[in-house]
């Protein structure tokens, strides 16, 4: 089975664009949840979303915003970056919500911001 | 709210030693602990987990890790590390009984094994 994919791989980007990040859930999968990671720090919850509806949101403004499909996969939108959005966003799935489940990470989608 | 200290930054390590990986947390309400391995240039991949039962928990590869509520400590362990080891290791609670399971990170352990 296919693990939870993510597009792009790398972007780089300049300063007050506007950038869409893509998360395929694993097959079976009806929660997301992004994170964002930035080079030396431990990964910082962004959102969770659960059968289309967003269950928790992170200490990120209002630049950052999601959403989920029927499909169960997932957008990550970032408008008016900054250079300190430069990070990897990783996304992770999960079967349900809850602390219990384990969330399977994607490879990341690597920004850069200039 | 909860906090993940991981007290090392980088620990080198010569193969076949044995290594330990030191984290504490910091939480007002009961957690989940985990230990989660990143590859360079990959995404996080679980390690392990304490959910509840045994405060012992073990990978397949030979990593473990014991929970110490005394301590608020959940530090990993393994008595012979090997080359393909090295990774960067990150601790990680979230908190038990809730329907959102998001994740709280330490910065993360840099394991670098030398031949």
């Known amino acids: 089975d296919a693990g939870v994919t993510q597009s792009p791989t790398h972007l780089i980007k300049t300063r007050g664009q506007h950038v869409t990040l893509r998360c395929s859930p694993i097959?079976?999968?009806?929660?997301v949840s992004w994170y964002q990671q930035v080079l030396g720090q431990g990964p910082q919850f962004i959102f969770q979303y659960y059968e289309k509806e967003e269950r928790g949101r992170g200490n990120f403004p209002d630049r950052f915003s999601a959403r989920q499909f029927p499909n169960y996969s997932s957008e990550l939108n970032v408008n008016a970056l900054l250079l300190g959005d430069s990070a990897l966003y990783l996304c992770a799935s999960s079967f349900l919500r809850g602390g219990q489940e384990t969330q399977y990470f994607g490879p990341g989608t690597r920004l850069l911001v200039l | 709210a909860q906090s993940v200290t991981q007290l090392d930054s980088q620990v080198p390590v010569f193969e076949e030693a044995p290594v330990e990986l030191r984290c504490n947390y910091s939480s007002s309400v009961s957690v989940y602990l985990f230990w989660y391995v990143q590859y360079p240039n990959q995404g996080l991949q679980l390690l392990l987990k304490?959910?509840?039962?045994?405060?012992l928990v073990e990978s397949i590869n030979g990593f473990e890790a014991e929970f110490n509520k005394s301590q608020t400590s959940f530090h990993l362990r393994k008595p012979s590390v090997h080359i393909s080891d090295t990774a960067e290791y990150f601790c990680a609670v979230s908190e038990a009984g809730s329907t959102l399971g998001r994740l709280y990170f330490g910065r993360g352990t840099q394991l670098t094994v030398w031949p």
């Open positions: 097959s079976g999968h009806k929660s």
């Open positions: 304490y959910l509840s039962g045994s405060t």
